[in-house]
């Protein structure tokens, strides 16, 4: 398979609930990515891995919790959850140099 | 304040008609980039211009940088309903890694 998968596509949690987003790609890339999209704002970066290390946590809250256990697979751990952080999360990866970003199509999460 | 501003924010147009939408900042980038995001989709890139002054032509878009590198523009002739969608320019900031920033986006619909 090419290109960059996110699963689940949609998740509903509760605010106690703990869930992880997946995220995998094979295209060779050494650097992955969690960017959140909500509505009416740019995309903002989460947390960047570049060669399963993380190099970047932008003040992301706690309840977030990122792994990388191997240049493919990229997890986002999510606990007790509020309702603002319901929002598109995208997963995207890219190699060195200035070649731009592949995107997964995101998972649409809501907190209730 | 933002560090890509885009405009417009939102634009509604017939099919058949040509636009442009344009992306700009205070600062000077190496280069810029171009995505388009479809509903329900991750960004794809588009193009990346990295030359002041640089026209690049996809199909009926077509992409220029500032001869300053501070700003972009995207001109779409003969606008299609298959150009619906979210377009957002992004540059690359530097580090070890890559690390890309991006605009505040323009949100286009075409009608048949």
């Known amino acids: 398979e090419t290109g960059v998968t996110q699963t689940p596509r949609h998740l509903v949690m509760g605010m106690t609930n703990k869930k992880s987003l997946k995220c995998e790609q094979h295209l060779g890339h050494n650097a992955m990515y969690w960017y959140k999209q909500s509505a009416k704002k740019p995309l903002e970066l989460m947390f960047v891995y570049s060669l399963e290390e993380r190099v970047e946590n932008n003040s992301v809250p706690s309840r977030f919790s990122p792994e990388c256990p191997n240049s493919s697979h990229l997890f986002l751990h999510l606990h007790t959850l509020q309702p603002e952080d319901s929002a598109l999360y995208l997963c995207a990866s890219s190699r060195t140099g200035n070649y731009g970003y592949t995107f997964g199509s995101g998972t649409r999460l809501t907190v209730v | 304040t933002q560090l890509l501003e885009q405009s417009p924010q939102f634009l509604s147009i017939q099919e058949g008609e040509n636009l442009t939408v344009y992306c700009n900042s205070s600062s000077v980038f190496s280069s810029l980039q171009w995505y388009r995001q479809e509903p329900g989709e991750g960004p794809v890139l588009l193009v990346t211009?990295?030359?002041?002054?640089e026209v690049k032509k996809l199909k009926r878009l077509t992409f220029q940088f500032g001869d300053a590198r501070k700003d972009s523009s995207l001109h779409i002739t003969a606008a299609q309903p298959g150009d619906t969608g979210l377009y957002l320019c992004a540059v690359y900031r530097s580090g070890g890694y890559q690390k890309v920033t991006f605009g505040t986006g323009t949100k286009l619909q075409v009608i048949p």
């Open positions: 211009v990295v030359t002041g002054g």
